[in-house]
């Protein structure tokens, strides 16, 4: 099964790869000025990076180092937001 979206916040990758070019964000931090994302579970939080990074929006599911490497790069992260 492919991963797509923040399950939590029922945002799409493609969405999330038109907010930070719209509002040219670099990493997640940036993004949630912009769109409601990434701040229950933080699951999704690589992927949205990744995203971000390279233009991306359909995953397989990440190896543990790529988790790693995207999820260094997300910034602080805020969460708590409302679902
Ligand atoms: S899947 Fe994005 S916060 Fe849970």
């Known amino acids: 099964m492919a991963v797509t979206g ?4 029922n945002q799409t990758f493609v ?3 038109r907010t930070a070019r719209k509002f ?3 990493n997640v931090e940036q993004l949630q000025s912009h769109l409601e994302i ?3 579970c933080g699951l999704c ?3 949205v990076q990744q995203t971000i990074e ?3 929006t359909e ?3 990440m190896n543990e180092a790529d988790i790693q490497y995207y999820s260094s790069r997300a910034g602080e ?7």
């Open 24 to 26: 040219s964000c670099t």
């Open 38 to 40: 990434s701040a229950k």
């Open 15 to 17: 969405e999330v790869l």
């Open 6 to 9: 923040c399950i939590c916040f």
């Open 54 to 56: 390279t233009g991306v």
């Open 77 to 83: 992260v805020r969460k708590g937001g409302r679902e």
């Open 45 to 47: 939080i690589p992927y």
């Open 59 to 61: 995953f397989a599911v």
